[in-house]
């Protein structure tokens, strides 16, 4: 049983919508039409791609909508008043999130948040409903799983970081049976969004490259993401047993020896410490399935 606590990650979740504050800025400029009224940004957490919309189109109005007051908070302190901020759900279909967004929406963007919707079909669906004709529903999903270390780093076996994915694979299915009322999906994002009754059902995905050695800040980053990663692997600093945060009940999820390197690697005070390496990077493909409501 897996049970996140969005409140625990709001600041995770902001810290996350600045730093990727490059990357929503040239996304939201691909994604924004002249003309376009308004746009929301559907599960937003720190408001990252809320803030990113507002500032390529001035002219439009853009909500940011969570079901999480914590996490809404953070997004409000961050897009500083350049966007409306609503609480609602998407597991309580469509009139909710009409209500909060407030008229039809010429585009809507969800990253990382229709997954953890019960039905996503049914989210999809909700998110479908609220576009005015022509408007676009761009889920940003999937994509590949990014790569940061070295395939042999001299401690432990070759290959932790493959491995260590394989393991928020299974973690992942296992969060996803844990949803009250989950639903699943056993089909891809650009067949929802046609099922949805969206025309031209297509993705992109976005490459971002940042080659060794990165700086002192971007590695800083890179081992603060292992360390929430890892924590949620071993349920850490999550009020474990609790029902808070990532909980994970009697579960392994890493390889036990896998796990000893990978505190290796994260103690700053040892001889592996991933934050003195000079041979880290970033490789990241991140996946946009955009759908657009009949004229
Ligand atoms: C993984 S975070 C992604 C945040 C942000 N969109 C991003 O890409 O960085 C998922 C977000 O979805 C929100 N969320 C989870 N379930 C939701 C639901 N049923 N309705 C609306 N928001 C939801 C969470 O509070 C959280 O802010």
């Known amino acids: 049983m897996i049970e996140i606590d969005w409140a625990e990650e709001a600041g995770r979740l902001r810290a996350s919508a600045e730093g990727e504050g490059d990357w929503n800025a040239a996304v939201a ?13 559907i599960g937003c957490g720190g408001g990252g791609m809320a803030k990113a919309l507002a500032e390529a189109l001035p002219s439009a109005t853009v909500v940011a909508v969570d079901a999480d007051p914590d996490v809404l908070e953070q997004a409000r302190e961050h897009t500083g008043g350049l966007v409306r901020c609503e609480l609602a759900s998407m597991d309580e279909g469509a009139e909710p999130l009409r209500r909060a967004i407030d008229a039809p929406a010429d585009l809507i963007w969800a990253s990382a948040s229709v997954h953890h919707a019960a039905d996503q079909q049914a989210a999809i669906d909700a998110l479908a409903s609220l576009l005015a004709p022509g408007g676009r529903l761009a889920l940003a999903e999937g994509g590949l799983p990014a790569r940061y270390l ?44 046609t099922r949805a009754g969206l025309t031209d059902a297509t993705t992109r995905s976005v490459l971002t490259e940042t080659p060794a050695p990165l700086t002192q800040e971007r590695l800083d980053g890179v081992v603060q993401s292992f360390q929430t990663r890892i924590a949620r692997m071993t349920g850490e600093g999550h009020g474990h047993g609790h029902g808070h945060g990532h909980v994970v009940a009697d579960q392994e999820w890493l390889d036990p020896e896998d796990l000893a390197v990978w505190k290796q690697l994260l103690d700053p005070d040892g001889p592996y410490f991933l934050g003195r390496r000079r041979d880290l990077a970033v490789l990241s493909v991140r996946s946009i399935h955009l759908g657009y409501a009949p004229r």
């Open 150 to 193: 070295p395939w042999d780093l001299g401690v432990g076996e070759p290959g932790l970081e493959l491995r260590l994915d394989l393991a928020q694979d299974k973690w992942f299915k296992v969060m996803r049976e844990s949803l009250p009322g989950s639903v699943p999906m056993p089909y891809g994002w650009t067949e929802a969004l």
């Open 29 to 41: 400029r691909s994604l924004v039409r002249d003309g376009d009224k308004v746009m929301a940004d």
